[in-house]
């Protein structure tokens, strides 16, 4: 017999809900794709040559209730001073330790998991996000 299980919306929510909560105080590192290697293939994959361009934080409440599945994240503090210089791809989302990969997404200025005003990155300039969502998929 097939597999056909379906999620409500108040499964999705909860299941969003605690997602997000993983990132209270966590951070958020935005990276480029140098040598042609972009974001890696999991979340639990080492970083290699990427360059690490802007580090963020989230708040103590990373994220708001999630409805129909989607959680939008409250406002991330902005990296006054950027890492580096280069073209934003890519994130990695971390829990508050530092070290706890927790997702990874793309990175662009609209349409993408994380939209920046501007993925060209300048060193020791301000770097601000524009949206953030995660998403749980609902069946209703």
Do not use: H
């Amino acid at each position: 017999m097939a597999l056909t299980a379906k999620r409500t919306e108040a499964a999705a929510n909860a299941a969003c809900d605690a997602f997000a909560a993983l990132l209270n105080t966590g951070y958020l590192r935005i990276y480029d794709s140098t040598g042609g290697t972009g974001q890696p293939a999991t979340p639990s994959t080492v970083i290699g040559s990427q360059v690490l361009l802007a580090e963020l934080r989230f708040d103590a409440a990373a994220f708001g209730a999630a409805v129909a599945g989607v959680a939008t994240a409250a406002a991330i503090v902005t990296d006054a001073l950027a890492n580096n210089t280069g073209t934003a791809t890519w994130f990695r989302a971390l829990a508050s330790n530092g070290t706890t990969a927790v997702y990874d997404g793309s990175v662009g200025t609209s349409g993408c998991d994380l939209n920046l005003n501007t993925t060209a990155i300048v060193q020791n300039t301000p770097v601000y996000v524009t949206s953030l969502t995660l998403t749980e998929a609902t069946d209703e």
